[in-house]
């Protein structure tokens, strides 16, 4: 576990938040399953009734909403997601000279950070992507994107699951705290789609793609009105195997399919529910208290987005009968699960509201099991 006492001055002075274009509803996702598996049904027939294989269950609308508070999600492309014969997305291979799909989302996302940062790449020493996905192995999506940026400085990827935007975050302030970079851009580029085995019932609906970006940097050099100073930063890890994707090049060395059974995203969800959900609530109350904040004080609690009934739990154990959308808002119903980008979309699109001198908590907790954790408050400047 790890906990910083910062020296006050450290803010979050800008985000930005790219939404793709496109979006898949719950229905539309249903339809499409629902004819792939009744199609395998019918193919495998005989496997089926020796036993052999399972059926493949029906879904439903009503079934995705009730588990997980999530009703559509947005994604780079519709092409092949909705297509019972293939089942993926079809996201064609770019030329080693043109911008991965992963860097031309956080391109964007970052151009927006910027933006409302007051801010020109030429202020930037420092480049993060943190992400529970890499397109490639290297270069770092993270170096794509200070060069597509011209930005004279460093950079690199980092992934650490669901809790990779707070923990990306926590080392840009690492940095600053250091003297090693003066301003950071931390970017959050979640290509989620291509990893979701849309085949499979109990998480074909999770994941959608989005791409955020913060910048941080000192009080001082910040040139907007208002700013978010960072009191605290917190981290915990704790390993478990109930959430895990094995997908990788060493599949190429073991001889098997590498997106066979197993390889992409999987979950023992009643097991992540039980476990994470304490765990969860008692970093938060403890972050809380090591910056001087009474949970019942916190004006906001921007919540990793991974599931409705989690969120809603956490959010009773830390402001009991206090609890309510407006203070632990939620995205997850037209976003879904982004990874790790979703405390800070819910960061970035229920902050603006709130006044100088009120605090909140952005916290992000998935596979590892990882959990991170900053407490900010508003300022003026």
Same mark, same amino acid.
């Given at each position: 576990m790890s906990e910083y006492k910062l020296p006050r001055g450290i803010v979050i002075s800008g985000t930005g938040l790219w939404t793709p274009p496109e979006a898949i509803s719950n229905e539309e996702l249903v339809d499409a399953y629902n004819s792939y598996a009744k199609q395998y049904n019918l193919e495998h027939a005989q496997a089926i009734e020796s036993g052999e294989l399972q059926p493949k269950p029906q879904?439903?609308?009503?079934f995705i909403e009730k @588990?997980?508070?999530?009703?559509?999600?947005?994604?780079?492309?519709?092409? *092949? %997601?909705?297509?019972?014969?293939?089942?993926?997305?079809?996201?064609?291979?770019?030329?080693?000279?043109?911008?991965?799909?992963?860097?031309?989302?956080?391109l964007k996302a970052a151009k927006l950070a910027l933006e409302k940062a007051n801010k020109q790449a030429s202020d930037v020493d420092m480049v993060i992507v943190g992400a529970s996905y890499m397109q490639? @192995?290297?270069p770092a999506?993270?170096?794509?994107?200070?060069?597509?940026? *011209? %930005?004279?400085?460093f950079a690199f990827d980092m992934e650490v699951a669901c809790s990779s935007a707070t923990f990306s975050l926590q080392r840009a302030v690492d940095a600053i705290c250091s003297g090693a970079a003066r301003t950071v851009l931390v970017i959050n580029s979640e290509l989620a789609s291509p990893q979701v085995d849309f085949t499979d019932r109990d998480s074909h609906f999770i994941f959608g793609d989005v791409a955020v970006a913060s910048v941080i940097e000192r009080r001082e050099t910040c040139s907007v009105d208002t700013a978010w100073e960072i009191l605290g930063t917190k981290a915990k890890t704790v390993y478990s195997n109930n959430i895990r994707s094995n997908f990788g090049y060493a599949a190429r060395a073991a001889d098997v399919d590498p997106f066979g059974p197993g390889k992409l995203f999987r979950q023992n969800g009643r097991k992540v529910f039980k476990e994470v959900c304490p765990m969860a609530a008692a970093h938060i109350e403890e972050h809380l208290g090591e910056s001087g904040t009474d949970p019942r004080e916190v004006s906001r609690y921007w919540l990793h987005q991974a599931n409705i009934n989690m969120n809603n739990l956490i959010a009773k154990k830390l402001m009991g009968d206090e609890a309510s959308a407006e203070r632990a808002p939620v995205v997850?119903?037209?976003?879904?699960?982004?990874?790790?980008?979703?405390?800070?979309?819910?960061?970035?699109?229920?902050?603006?509201?709130?006044q100088v001198g009120e605090r909140g908590i952005i916290c992000s907790f998935g596979a590892g099991y990882s959990i991170g954790s900053l407490v900010v408050e508003k300022v003026a400047l």
């Open positions: 879904s439903s609308a009503e @588990a997980s508070g999530i009703k559509s999600r947005y994604v780079v492309t519709r092409e *092949g %997601i909705l297509d019972p014969a293939r089942m993926r997305p079809f996201i064609p291979e770019r030329n080693d000279d043109d911008l991965c799909v992963q860097a031309e989302m956080g490639r @192995a290297y999506i993270a170096i794509e994107i200070q060069g597509a940026l *011209g %930005i004279d400085g997850l119903d037209r976003y879904a699960n982004t990874a790790s980008a979703g405390s800070v979309i819910a960061f970035n699109l229920h902050s603006d509201d709130l």
